[in-house]
């Protein structure tokens, strides 16, 4: 169980109405700690109803997102990231920049072991775009290589 020292950053979990940003808001990510610092062991985020608007058009983007990352002292809170996410819903930018943006966010919050952020985007004008960034500390550099190059085969 944790104590209330380990639950201090944990500020929106558990409140009775939930205040949704308006626009990009990293300032709602949350963290608490890492009990099993010496396991090492990945943790996976599915948001299937991410979205974010065109920056030249307005018009919405919709993707799933998919975050997986390797824990060091920090852990990201679930309600935060969902919240996180949401404030993209009126964010205009690329598909790639949201990509890149969640995963340095998340690098910046948690200072993670390794880190990846996939963007499942629905096909606008018949191409879809799939953009993967990722991040590994200096002992998973070769994890960071091999994922980039295996993120998405000429198949999919």
Do not use: W
Not at 18 to 36: G, I, M, R, S
């Amino acid at each position: 169980m944790r104590n209330e020292e380990e639950l201090d950053g944990v500020s929106l979990l558990g409140r009775s109405k939930t205040d949704y940003p308006d626009d990009y808001a990293p300032e709602v990510l949350e963290t608490f700690p890492n009990k099993h610092t010496g396991n090492e062991y990945l943790v996976t985020f599915h948001c299937p109803e991410f979205t974010s608007l065109c920056p030249k058009t307005g018009q919405p983007d919709f993707a799933k997102i998919i975050i997986n990352y390797i824990p060091r002292q920090r852990m990201v809170e679930s309600k935060s990231l969902k919240l996180y996410l949401f404030s993209f819903r009126n964010h205009g930018d690329f598909h790639e920049d949201c990509v890149n943006i969640i995963m340095k966010d998340l690098v910046k919050l948690m200072d993670p072991k390794y880190l990846e952020v996939t963007g499942i985007f629905t096909p606008r004008g018949g191409i879809a775009i799939h953009p993967f960034a990722n991040y590994g500390d200096a002992d998973h550099q070769d994890m960071v290589r091999q994922r980039l190059l295996a993120a998405f085969p000429a198949s999919v």
